[in-house]
């Protein structure tokens, strides 16, 4: 349960004249003013799934009923499975049924995969339209619905297709997490650890102090995860947009983490679930690299396990597992001409970028993963 409350001044992400403010508290949703100054058009849609809009979009739909003369709802099937092509259509589809024109405002309402989508269609709709993100699930608050990321699976590769496209404005309701399941709580706790020890080691103290309060939904300790994220992500987003350098460090994990949730079938492991057991495979890496020590290794794996997550990778192949990692590690968007880049700790608080013998990461796969 959620208990306590929490009023919280919106943060900024600086982007010149995309800048956009990010709204967090409690009863966001429900609330006029979060809604005053977005733009104005004859037509909004709202973009959620079949979890999240019979929660929701009825708050949201009334809400946005003073804004437009005509608010439609579209609810996309559930889950990691349906972030394709065949599903973005259904967007493009009602957009067009609708007979929806280039003024016309997307709201995606729901987690990362909604968010993801949805900021897609909007930058393609008639080459771009504007969009609002109303991130409900704790992962799409603290990191997916910030920095304008838009992407679709393909079956070869996670997020290999997509747009940088910022929204105008980000709703974060605090509120809306008394009913995400606990799995997807801790799954969004892999988001929110990630940034102690690429950024910020005081965040990780405080973490380790305040586990158990949030996963208790403790409305006091998320505001703070939520906010003290969004300002970490604001700040690398402010400096490096589109990912020509610094960007990557928030990728700390994803590597293998993209690995094992494209090699188990997307789906089988929830995104931060993967991200989770990466950053305790990227952590022992930068061990081996003899860039931190193995007390900070396992200060991070008792973190996470106490997160609810996974800290033993899968066996993604029974005849050569770290070969199948390395060959869709391959895939991932940082690799350079077939070398793979891994975000690695340089110090507690400081992240790089680097590649690694295949030896060395071949040994850093057996050595987390389960016994084959
Ligand atoms: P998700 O969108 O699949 O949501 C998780 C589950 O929770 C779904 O079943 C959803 O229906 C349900 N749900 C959402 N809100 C709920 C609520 N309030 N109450 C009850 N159920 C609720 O997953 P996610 O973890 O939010 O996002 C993962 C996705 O985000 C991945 O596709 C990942 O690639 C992407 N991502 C993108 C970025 C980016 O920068 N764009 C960053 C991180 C992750
Ligand atoms: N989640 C990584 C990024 O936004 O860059």
Redesign the pocket.
Known sequence: MISGSAAIQPLHIPLGDRSYPILIGSGLLAQASSYAGLPRASQALIVS????AP??AETLRQQLGVLYARVHVVALP???AY?DWQTLNRIFDALLEKACDRKTVLYAL???????MT?FAAASYMRGIPFVQI??????QV?????????I?HPLG??MIGAFYQPQRVICDLD??????ER?LS??LA?VIKYGPIADMALLDWLERHMDALRARDVSALAHAVRRSCEIKADVVGQDERESGLRAI?NFGHTFGHAIEAGLGYGAW???EGVGCGMVMAATLSHRLGLVDAAFVQRLRVLIERAGLPVVGPVLNADDNAGRYLELMRLDKKSEAGEIKFVVIEAPGRAGVRGAPDALVREVIDACCLRQ
């Open positions: 799934n079949e979890t999240v929660l929701y559930d889950g990691e972030k729901g987690g990362g995969v909604v968010g993801d900021g991130p409900t699930t704790l992962l799409a990191d997916s619905s910030v920095g304008g990321k838009t992407a699976n996670k997020n809306t997490l008394r009913t995400l399941p997807e799954a969004g988001e928030l929830l995104h931060g």
